[in-house]
């Protein structure tokens, strides 16, 4: 079908189904639409040619012959308007979801944002909270705090004398936003696009759609923003007197308002006025650490942008802020990445490999082989390492990443969040206190984690439990070898081996023959003893037993047990 028929049949179908939406604009009160009378009227006839001037956006930049490159997304963002530069800011923070160059890209869109109005952000909270400003506030101040590109934050004092911060957001920008998705998400039915960026990583811009949807849905209601923040103060605050955040104030926080009480102090960056008010800047900076280890390794739920901006001093006590990007991790992934850093200080190409494969998905592309060359090269750089704390961890997750993508092996987005998460934290304790070895905490942090996850009685039961499995597997071996060697004398028995890679693989396999052939042979040997026991065969033991059988059976096991340990 030609382009402008698909584009035709498309403008058609969001006719029908825009007119299914319910609008933004019902359920703002009197007041609020007074407010935004020019911008509503706006946002009406924008929405009127919408979709063509999208189209129009799109084949100017020709994605459908050429795909996207980082600069071109952001200049498409940029002509596509303000909802896009918003949808781009919110893009150039999450490397779980485009590669770091798009990242890069997108972050030339985060620039100083127009105020919202004071008399609509107060109209927006009278219109969430049902109640007047002045019932609310005792004080509450015109001048934003600080305005971004969903929202924006107004200091006040409750009536109780609660210092807060109430962010509010601005309004038309969900509906705004909801619809132009609706219209993107068709416009990428025309052509799923992917393309491939310099360090050979695939992005396929549909499924980035399809995510960022979600991603911005959540960014939209604050009421996630706020469960974040409880989250992570019930959680991940193993001591509140050294280190804290701000709490929630829930009867003022809804879908569009979120309120949390305020922290009065400045971001760690201002190192010249901490020091001069007597702070310990490398105390401070261990307490940070500290507790972000303790978020990763001991919780599995860490603050994913900690960033110099999203950490507040006041009277010497840190405070973590702003819980838009919460990420997540497994015990299980915890133990993957610790396999992977043993593997480089052993020097281990196959336990790395190993690790890899088990952080992400290998595709039908993935060669083991190659892999395990890659990890090779990889370790020959770290050959002179001895431990963590000589090891820089950002890098080295950095590499891992990079052979993963190398060899079509598609790492979830938590190992990605978790890794731009620990780069951000690595940058704030460098311009901090320089001198704090983050990677020595590290060392200390995962030789505890080790020492409390062992277990002996656990670990004697789960050996128990493989002996157990490995003696009725082994019960069956003589009926296997029976069945085996019946079928190799029928002729029905075919083996067929295709070997790739080099000698260590196929020496490794003909290690398995000679030693399976070992096991049948004993096999065969215990069969046969057994049959003579119930002869007369001379010389007799004093029991009647032939002393033949005797000879046999133990040589026969004997046979088993050396050839089954060297299958190990």
């Not at 009378?37 to 924008?46: D, G, L, M, S, Y």
């Not at 799109?58 to 952001?74: I, S, V």
């Not at 068709?186 to 979600?214: C, P, R, T």
């Amino acid at each position: 079908m030609p382009l402008n028929d698909k584009t035709q049949k498309l403008m058609d179908q969001l006719a029908s189904e825009k007119a299914q939406l319910k609008r933004s604009t019902e359920e703002m009160s009197a007041e609020l639409k007074k407010l935004l009378e020019n911008e509503i009227e706006a946002f009406r006839q924008r929405d009127k040619h919408r979709a063509a001037e999208m189209v129009a956006i799109f084949a100017k930049h020709n994605f459908y012959a050429n795909g996207f490159t980082p600069r071109e997304l952001r200049t498409t963002l940029e002509d596509l308007g303000p909802t896009y530069v918003k949808i781009g800011q919110i893009m150039s923070s999450r490397v779980d979801l485009l590669p770091q160059s798009y990242c890069r890209e997108l972050e030339k869109l985060r620039e100083n944002v127009k105020p919202l109005d004071p008399a609509v952000a107060k109209a927006v909270i009278e219109q969430e909270a049902g109640r007047k400003i002045d019932e609310i506030y005792a004080e509450f101040r015109d001048e934003p705090l600080g305005s971004a590109s969903i929202g924006q934050a107004h200091y006040g004092v409750l009536k109780d004398g609660t210092r807060v911060v109430t962010k509010v957001q601005r309004p038309l920008i969900a509906d705004m936003m909801r619809k132009d998705f609706l219209l993107l998400n068709k416009l990428a039915d025309l052509v799923n696009i992917v393309e491939e960026d310099s360090e050979g990583q695939v992005i396929d811009f549909k499924s980035v759609i399809s995510e960022l949807e979600k991603v911005t849905k959540d960014e939209l209601d604050f009421r996630v923003e706020a469960a974040n923040t409880r989250l992570f103060k019930e959680k991940c605050l193993d001591d509140e007197s050294r280190i804290s955040c701000p709490a929630v104030i829930d009867e003022l926080t809804t879908e569009r308002i979120f309120t949390m009480t305020y922290i009065d102090g400045c971001s760690i960056a201002n190192t010249d006025k901490l020091a001069a008010e007597g702070v310990d800047l490398e105390e401070l900076g261990r307490v940070i650490v500290d507790n972000y280890l303790h978020q990763v390794l001991d919780v599995g739920t860490f603050h994913a942008d900690p960033h110099q901006g999203n950490i507040l001093v006041s009277h010497g006590k840190p405070y973590w802020i702003d819980f838009g990007m919460i990420g997540h991790v497994t015990d299980k992934d915890i133990d993957l990445i610790q396999a992977a850093v043993k593997a480089l200080l052993l020097q281990d190409a196959d336990a790395l490999v190993n690790a890899v494969m088990g952080m992400g998905a290998a595709s039908e592309k993935t060669d083991r082989t190659k892999l395990t060359r890659d990890a090779e090269g990889f370790i020959e750089k770290y050959m002179t390492v001895k431990s963590v704390s000589d090891i820089n961890m950002t890098e080295v997750f950095d590499e891992v990443m990079a052979l993963a993508a190398r060899n079509h092996v598609s790492m979830p987005g938590r190992f990605t969040m978790l890794g731009r998460s620990v780069t951000t934290m690595e940058g704030v304790v460098e311009q901090l206190c320089p001198d704090l070895n983050i990677y020595s905490m590290l060392y200390a942090k995962i030789k505890e984690r080790a020492r409390q996850n062992t277990n002996l009685q656990r670990e004697l039961l789960e050996k128990g439990k493989e002996l157990f499995a490995a003696g009725k597997k082994a019960a069956k071996i003589p009926v296997l070898a029976s069945e085996v060697l019946d079928a190799m004398l029928k002729g029905k028995t075919k083996v067929s081996i295709e070997l790739t890679g080099y000698e260590e693989p196929m020496d490794r396999i003909g290690h398995f023959l000679r030693y399976t052939v070992l096991t049948l042979v004993a096999c065969v040997l215990f069969i046969g003893a057994c049959i003579l026991c119930t002869t007369d065969f001379k010389p007799l033991l004093p029991n009647g037993v032939p002393l033949l059988a005797v000879a046999g059976l133990v040589f026969s096991i004997a046979l088993a047990i050396f050839s089954i340990r060297k299958l190990k």
